[in-house]
């Protein structure tokens, strides 16, 4: 059954879609497309989740729900791509409830999954990642899943929230253990509890100490060559990012990826075929420095959308 994703979603801000009219030197702002009409040609599909209520059931300060218009702002502001197919979709119109907004969210990218986009998915909190990684396994076959976080979002509770979006797809057989990675940790912002639960199960979690010991992409590389499922799911909580360079999100990070980290592993995801789901989470304007966490993510971002085409 076809879902209608416009009746779904909110149509985007057209002030967000920055214009600078010069023949020579085209933004995103003037390339990208948002009207019906012009969704069927369109290769990527960008549309935001504008809620925090997952990020405020966990304890954690509130301000995400702005962040899919203020991610766009300084996305548009970039320099636009040579024949870039991009078209915005809006935002899920928020239900009472965050189990109703979750399930409108997964009902809009099972469309998109149906209709051969590769999807950006603005979050909001980062319990986004349950009904967007769920949409995918839905739509038929295993799903390989990455959580690129500080902390690893498998906490039991009986209400979802910001913090068991994993655990979710894990205990509801969503993603298999042996499909699921937890990347760029950091120890002191995790249990040895939920480490160990992991570990019984057969997933796989590294550190952020971890990565560079190896060389920050060699475990990325390792996976996605010994690994033949083909659609990947890529969860980016924007907290794994240094505080320095992403202060603007639910809970800063004193360690974390650097941005030039974080854009090098957007180019590898960009450039894996199977690659079907991009999502940015927890990124709060609220708490942002001169902008430099919406900045950063509309950046790495650009470099999604240049190395994929």
């Not at 990947?232 to 794994?240: A, L, N, Y």
């Not at 941005?259 to 990124?283: H, K, M, N, Y």
Request: glycine residues 8%; negative net charge.
């Amino acid at each position: 059954m076809n879902t209608d994703i416009f009746t779904l979603t909110n149509r985007p801000d057209e002030t967000l879609f920055f214009r600078r009219d010069e023949a020579g030197d085209p933004r995103l702002g003037e390339i990208v497309r948002w009207q019906p009409a012009d969704y069927p040609d369109a290769k990527f599909v960008l549309f935001g989740c504008p809620q925090d209520e997952g990020v405020r059931r966990n304890g954690g300060r509130v301000g995400a729900a702005a962040a899919p218009d203020a991610i766009r702002r300084w996305l548009y502001r970039l320099v636009a791509p040579e024949n870039i197919q991009l078209f915005d979709l809006g935002s899920t119109i928020i239900q009472p409830t965050l189990e109703a907004t979750h399930a409108i969210q997964q009902q809009i990218i099972r469309q998109l999954i149906s209709d051969g986009k590769i999807i950006i998915s603005l979050g909001g909190g980062n319990d986004l990642s349950y009904p967007d990684c769920a949409a995918l396994a839905q739509s038929g076959g295993d799903v390989l899943a990455f959580n690129v976080d500080a902390h690893l979002d498998v906490r039991e509770s009986l209400i979802r929230h910001s913090g068991t979006p994993y655990r979710m797809l894990l205990e509801e057989g969503i993603v298999k253990p042996q499909h699921f990675y937890e990347m760029a940790y950091q120890p002191f912002a995790v249990s040895q509890h939920h480490l160990r639960y992991l570990k019984e199960i057969g997933a796989t979690a590294h550190s952020l100490a971890d990565l560079r010991g190896r060389g920050f992409l060699n475990s990325f590389q390792e996976i996605l060559a010994q690994q033949g499922v083909d659609r990947i799911f890529w969860g980016i909580d924007m907290d794994s990012v240094h505080i320095n360079e992403a202060p603007g999100v639910s809970a800063p990070n004193s360690l974390g990826l650097t941005g030039s980290e974080l854009c090098s592993l957007v180019t590898l995801v960009a450039r894996d075929p199977r690659t079907r789901i991009l999502e940015f989470t927890e990124v709060n304007p609220t708490y942002d420095i001169d902008f430099r966490t919406c900045r950063l993510t509309a950046t790495a971002i650009w470099h999604f959308l240049t190395e994929a085409l």
